[in-house]
C-alpha cells in the first residue's frame, strides 16, 4: 500500500507558476512509476506527465509539454510537478499517483492522492 498526499496548489495568475508535491508514504518509493493528471469540471481525468522509477525517463501530454517539468527526489519519497506560464485553462484539481510503469493510461496508476485545486485567473 502506498498513500500520496499531493500539495502546492492555490490561486495564480494567468502567466504565473506553481509547483505541486507529492510525497509518498508506505512501500519503498522508489519502485514506483509516478504520474500527474488533472481534471476539470466536468471533464474526464487528463493525463500530464510520468516519471519512471529512477527518474531517467519522463513523458508529457502536448498540452503541457514545455511548460511542465515532472521530477522527483527518491530520498524524500516527493514527486513535483513544476507549472510555468499558466493558463485559465489550467483550472483545475490535480492528482498525483503511483503505478507499475510510467504511463499516460490512468489504469496502470494503482494508488491515487486526494488531489490539489489549482485556479489560473486571466
Known amino acids: 500500500q502506498v498513500q500520496v498526499v499531493e500539495s502546492g496548489g492555490g490561486l495564480v495568475q494567468a502567466g504565473g507558476s506553481l509547483r505541486l508535491s507529492c510525497a509518498a508514504s508506505?512501500?519503498?518509493?522508489?519502485?514506483?512509476?509516478m504520474g500527474w493528471f488533472r481534471q476539470a469540471p466536468g471533464n474526464e481525468r487528463e493525463f500530464l506527465a510520468a516519471?519512471?522509477?529512477?527518474?531517467?525517463?519522463?513523458y508529457y501530454a502536448d498540452s503541457v509539454k514545455g511548460r511542465f517539468t515532472i521530477s522527483r527526489d527518491n530520498a524524500k519519497n516527493t514527486v513535483y510537478l513544476q507549472m510555468n506560464s499558466l493558463k485559465p485553462e489550467d483550472t483545475a484539481v490535480y492528482y498525483c499517483a503511483a503505478g507499475r510503469w510510467a504511463s499516460g493510461a490512468s489504469r496502470v496508476y494503482d494508488y491515487w492522492g486526494q488531489g490539489t485545486q489549482v485556479t489560473v485567473s486571466s
Open positions: 516519471i519512471n522509477w529512477s527518474g531517467g525517463s519522463t
Open positions: 508506505g512501500r519503498t518509493f522508489s519502485n514506483y512509476a
